[in-house]
Nanobody, 117 residues
Framework: VQLQASGGGLVQAGGSLRLSCVAS???????????MGWYRQAPGKQRELVAS???????DYADSVKGRFTISRNNGKKTVYLQMNGLKPEDTAAYYC?????????WGQGTQVTVSS
């Protein structure tokens, strides 16, 4: 079972990044049935939900990223994306993807996003 996140990096304020999270393993053979989410955790802060997309395609966003971030998924590629535009220094954090189905939640490793002012 693996969720591999990538796409993080260092960017100036106002810039953009696109995160990807690829699911692999037999448990994700029905990737389309999972609700997917992107979370982030800044140093000294709790992990927070940034954006989610349900198995049916419904999306939801934290107020702090509405209008700037877009979550999407490609079930054929077993991948969820997070397009981040208009990045701010306060977006600096480790970003994690998560897959949820029923009571089961699976986490990927984090990818670091650093936004300089």
């Amino acid at each position: 079972v693996q969720l591999q996140a990538s796409g993080g990096g260092l960017v100036q304020a106002g810039g953009s990044l696109r995160l990807s999270c690829v699911a692999s393993g037999s448990i994700f053979s029905t990737f389309s049935s999972y609700d997917m989410g992107w979370y982030r955790q800044a140093p000294g802060k709790q992990r927070e939900l940034v954006a989610s997309i349900s198995s049916g395609g419904r999306t939801d966003y934290a107020d702090s990223v509405k209008g700037r971030f877009t979550i999407s998924r490609n079930n054929g590629k077993k991948t969820v994306y997070l397009q981040m535009n208009g990045l701010k220094p306060e977006d600096t954090a480790a970003y994690y993807c998560a897959a949820k189905r029923g009571l089961n939640v699976y986490w990927g490793q984090g990818t670091q996003v650093t936004v300089s002012s």
